[in-house]
C-alpha cells in the first residue's frame, strides 16, 4: 500500500508525472460552495474542459433559493458531461401549457399560477459509478455501489448495487444477489476510516467479501 492518499480536503488531488495538479478532476467537497448541494469525503468529478464552476456545470438548474438539494454520497465516481436536473427545472405539466410565465412578469414568482410545486430532493448514494454524458433527473434516488452507463438518463429509485444503461434508463443487472447486498450495505465500508479502507483494499476492490468482513474496524 502506498504511504501517500490525498486528503479529502484537497481540491486536484491527481498529480500529473511532472507534479502538477490534474485541474480537470476534483474532489467535490472543496470544489463546491453551493448552499443546497451536500456531499461526502473522497467523491470526485472529472471534465475534459474543467469549469470555473462546478456545481453550474453539474447542476446548472439548481439555485441557491432552491427549496430542493442535490445530496451526493462519499466515493462516488462522477464522469465528464455528468448532469443533474434537479427539480428547479421543472415546469408545470398538468394543464394546458407548461409556459412558465412567472419568471418573464417581474417580481415574486411564488405563487403564480404558472409556479410548480417544489420537487423532491436528488440523492446519490455512496460509492456510485456515473459514466460518461449520464443525465440524472429530478427526485432520482439513487442506491449505494450503483454503476450508472454512459449517456444514461435516470429517474425515479435505483435499487443499491444495480446497472442501469439506456434512455430511459433501465436496470440492466444486479451486480451482487440480494444477500450479499444486504452484507455490503450492513458493511458501509465508506464509513470506516480512511487508514482502514486502504488497508483493505483488496478485499474492498475484489470479491471476497468474507475477508472484507472479517478485516473491519471493530473486528481489528
Not at 508525472?17 to 472543496?30: A, I
Not at 455528468?82 to 409556459?99: E, Y
Not at 452484507?183 to 468474507?210: F, H, M, Q, V
Request: charged share 15%.
Amino acid at each position: 500500500m502506498s504511504g501517500f492518499f490525498a486528503d479529502p480536503n484537497t481540491l486536484h488531488p491527481v498529480l500529473l508525472p511532472d507534479g502538477t495538479p490534474h485541474r480537470g478532476t476534483v474532489f467535490l467537497k472543496p470544489a463546491l460552495s453551493h448552499p443546497r448541494i451536500e456531499v461526502g469525503a473522497y467523491s470526485y468529478a472529472s471534465a475534459h474542459h474543467p469549469p470555473e464552476d462546478w456545481a453550474a456545470c453539474l447542476a446548472p438548474y439548481l439555485y441557491p433559493f432552491s427549496p430542493e438539494r442535490l445530496a451526493i454520497g462519499k466515493f462516488c465516481q462522477i464522469a465528464s458531461g455528468v448532469q443533474f436536473i434537479t427539480a428547479s427545472a421543472n415546469h408545470r405539466h398538468d394543464g394546458i401549457t407548461t409556459f412558465p410565465f412567472m419568471i418573464f412578469g417581474g417580481g415574486d414568482p411564488a405563487g403564480r399560477p404558472s409556479m410548480p410545486a417544489p420537487g423532491r430532493d436528488t440523492i446519490v448514494g455512496h460509492d456510485v459509478w456515473i459514466g460518461s454524458g449520464a443525465t440524472i433527473l429530478p427526485g432520482a434516488q439513487i442506491g449505494n455501489g450503483v454503476i450508472i452507463g454512459a449517456g444514461a438518463v435516470v429517474s425515479g429509485r435505483v435499487p443499491s448495487y444495480s446497472v442501469v444503461a439506456g434512455n430511459p434508463g433501465r436496470v440492466v443487472r444486479t451486480r451482487f444477489d440480494d444477500v450479499t447486498v444486504v452484507r455490503l450495505e450492513r458493511l458501509a465500508w465508506w464509513d470506516w476510516p480512511i487508514d482502514a479502507i486502504l488497508s483493505a483494499e483488496a478485499e474492498i476492490c475484489g470479491g471476497d467479501i468474507n475477508a472484507l468482513e472479517f478485516l473491519t474496524p471493530q473486528n481489528d
